[in-house]
């Protein structure tokens, strides 16, 4: 199989995790022809954690990345676990002899997840189009078709990953078992026809086992039916001689109806004769259930008139009460208000003289209030004298510290100037390059301005100090200022406080008046309820008494009533009683009910025996029936059997077609012919790498092995002392 070289254009990646946390990057762009133009070697540097994996293991057309992948192949990956965006995506450009085409590849995460792939190639106009193959497939953003048409253009992925694309942590191929080595030089030596033919009888033979399946559930359902036949069959045998029997049945329930309907006419014969002396006993009993209705009819309105009474005196009864219950309400109202006047008005004297004394606790207020403000200014003062006190101290201080400075100025120059008696170069020619006799001279020319600074910082100091002496006699004389404002606030509260007593205790002069009124109200309402509660002095008694009276005579009236009712009624029950007593005995219906119950029986058990009959016939038709039934489904097993039969011949022959044309069959065949070219070409190899063998012992043997399939297949084998390279058929 030749390998044709891909090439990579640009790479577009977009929400990755690995670019993500190496980058900190959502989309990256790589663009092969610009960065890699002319090279025959690139590799990409960069710390660990930078991303290079995520590029590499998305430089190929293929739905993995192998180097994330649990299995080898396109299997054991999923995108969904290396994204991170609502809508992912991977770009890729690449060339195949001669061809541009486009890999897009699409993973969503919002909501359900999907992966969408679509593979382009670039036309003669310069437009993307869906890759088209000879079979009509088309990259229609399907994984299954998008991987179809990659494998078409580039190969399988086991060949490309072991062949072509080496990602990191790549298995050895001294780790491959003996069926994928297999795959891999059955896809090298060309052998993907054989294999199809394989594939497709494998795919045969799991289409006609699917169909015995069938057949023999066909089967099964078949047994089924013929075990529900045989159950059919038992049940309607013996329906011949059921069909006699009903015959007699019919027969012997139509002897017995004609007799039920003789008896039954003899019946309605006396019953019509009976039908005078009937009518006369009805009216008469309707006669005597009719007095007894208007007799109950009377009864029940002379009760209604009565419970009406009733109702009358119980409210009457109700209303007297009520009356009596708010007339003791009202009296404890206005018992409670005189206690409450009472109470209030014990208070009088009090008020009376807060109202006397009341002008003067105010006056006596703004007194002490004066007081209280006059303090708070001589404090004001006080603490004013206390700061410029202090301040002084400081200015003082601060004179101090200057004149010292002076002080020390002064010194100083004094010194400077002293040194003019002892200067070696004094009067002589170089006095006049003498730096020293110099500065000495300087200091002489200060010493004066110097004198009075410090003379005048002492006249400062001291005009300070006399005022300080001045603020603090001040001070001193009002020390006691903070003491008298205590004193006063503390009688201006008190003050306060018998003034807001006072006030409140005046405010309720006005209460007094209207509690004196309420009072003298209360006594007259009290009064008048005295009056109104005696038993003959209202109206209202008079009224109820009155009504209680009425009432009492009505329910007397409706007894009497009552009494002349029932004995009405004692004397038309008597008489009409009377005239039914000499009326004969009435038409016994319960002959004529079961004369009818015989009739409607014999007429039952008639039909009952012609349904019976009819059944009987229906069973005789269907055991002819179930005889064809049966016929019919033993010739259906029979051809199932050979159809079962022929069909485990056909999977046995596309079985042994399948193993033939698999990686054990000719596949195997062809590898083990192909066995001594690979050798050499590995040989070839090992040469070009390390030279010749007489650098390097080592052994070259033959090996013969006996695969599973029975047939001899040969492996050769060339281990130099620095490696091993096995090429395996």
């Not at 078949?222 to 013996?238: H, K, Q, Y």
């Not at 201080?397 to 002080?407: K, V």
Request: glycine share 8%; hydrophobic share 40%.
């Amino acid at each position: 199989m030749e390998i044709i070289a891909m090439q990579l254009l640009s790479l577009t990646l977009k929400g990755f995790r690995g670019i993500r946390d190496g980058l900190g990057l959502d989309v990256l762009t790589l663009d092969f022809e610009a960065l890699c133009d002319g090279a025959e070697l690139v590799a990409i540097a960069g710390a660990n954690g930078r991303g290079k994996t995520t590029v590499l293991d998305n430089m190929h057309p293929y739905l993995t990345m192998p180097s994330r992948a649990a299995a080898a192949g396109t299997g054991g990956f999923s995108y969904y676990d290396h994204v991170f965006l609502p809508e992912n995506e991977k770009d890729l450009v690449w060339a195949l002899e001669g061809r541009s085409y486009r890999s897009q590849v699409v993973i969503r995460l919002n909501g359900r997840r999907r992966t969408e792939a679509f593979l382009f190639v670039l036309s003669d106009t310069g437009a993307w189009r869906p890759v088209i193959l000879e079979d009509g497939t088309v990259s229609d953003g399907k994984a299954d078709t998008y991987t179809r048409c990659v494998e078409h253009l580039c190969g399988s992925a086991d060949t490309f990953f072991t062949s072509v694309f080496g990602a990191q942590g790549k298995r050895q191929l001294s780790d491959y078992r003996n069926a994928e080595i297999k795959t891999l030089l059955a896809d090298l030596l060309g052998q993907e026809h054989i294999r199809e033919l394989g594939c497709k009888a494998g795919d045969t033979a799991k289409l006609l086992k699917a169909g015995l399946v069938a057949v023999r559930q066909e089967t099964l359902g078949m047994e089924v039916e013929a075990s529900r036949l045989a159950t059919s069959w038992g049940e309607v045998a013996d329906a011949p001689a059921l069909a006699g029997r009903a015959q007699d049945a019919v027969t012997a329930t139509a002897a017995e109806l004609e007799v039920a309907r003789h008896a039954c006419a003899q019946v309605t014969a006396q019953r019509d004769h009976a039908r005078e002396a009937d009518a006369r006993r009805t009216q008469l009993l309707a006669e005597r259930e009719a007095t007894q209705t208007a007799v109950r009819r009377a009864m029940q309105e002379l009760a209604d008139r009565e419970s009406g009474e009733g109702l009358r005196l119980e409210r009457l009864t109700r209303r007297i009460a009520q009356r009596q219950a708010q007339t003791r309400l009202s009296r404890e109202r206005l018992e409670g208000v005189q206690a409450q006047c009472n109470a209030l008005l014990a208070s009088e004297p009090l008020v009376r003289r807060a109202i006397r004394r009341l002008p003067l606790a105010e006056h006596l207020l703004a007194r002490r209030a004066e007081r209280v403000r006059l303090a708070r200014i001589q404090l004001a003062d006080w603490e004013q004298a206390s700061g410029q006190l202090r301040m002084l101290a400081q200015r003082v201080q601060g004179i101090e510290r200057e004149a010292g400075q002076a002080a020390l100025q002064a010194q100083a120059l004094r010194r400077r100037f002293g040194l003019t008696a002892e200067v070696p170069c004094s009067g002589m020619p170089l006095q006049g390059r003498c730096q020293l006799l110099a500065d000495a001279r300087e200091a002489q020319a200060l010493i004066p301005s110097a004198d009075a600074v410090l003379q005048r910082l002492v006249d400062e100091k001291a005009r300070v100090e006399r005022e300080g002496r001045a603020v603090k006699a001040r001070v001193l004389a009002m020390n006691s200022v903070g003491v008298q404002l205590e004193l006063s606030e503390r009688d201006l509260e008190r003050a306060r406080d018998r003034a807001s007593t006072l006030a409140l205790l005046a405010a309720k002069a006005d209460d007094m008046e209207v509690a004196r009124q309420r009072l003298a109200d209360a006594r007259d309402e009290l009064t008048g309820l005295g009056v109104a509660g005696g038993e003959d002095g209202s109206a209202e008694a008079r009224a109820e008494r009155e009504e209680r009276e009425a009432i009492t005579a009505a329910m007397q009236a409706i007894g009497t009533q009552r009494q002349q009712q029932s004995a009405g009624l004692q004397q038309a029950l008597v008489r009409l009683d009377g005239v039914l007593a000499t009326l004969p005995e009435p038409f016994d219906h319960e002959i004529l009910s079961a004369a009818s119950a015989a009739l409607d029986h014999a007429v039952t058990a008639h039909e009952a025996a012609q349904r019976d009959h009819v059944q009987a016939l229906q069973q005789v038709q269907s055991l002819a029936a179930l005889r064809q039934q049966r016929e019919a489904l033993s010739e259906r097993q029979a051809a199932a059997r050979r159809r079962s039969q022929l069909i485990e011949s056909a999977i046995g022959d596309w079985t042994l077609l399948a193993r033939c044309m698999s990686n054990d069959g000719l596949i195997a065949l062809a590898i083990d012919d192909a066995g001594p070219v690979l050798s050499g070409l590995a040989n070839d190899l090992l040469l070009a790498c390390y030279g010749r063998a007489s650098r390097y012992p080592s052994s070259r043997r033959r090996k013969r092995s006996r695969g599973r399939s029975g047939k001899i297949s040969t492996s050769w084998c060339t281990t130099p002392s620095q490696g091993k390279v096995r090429a395996c058929g």
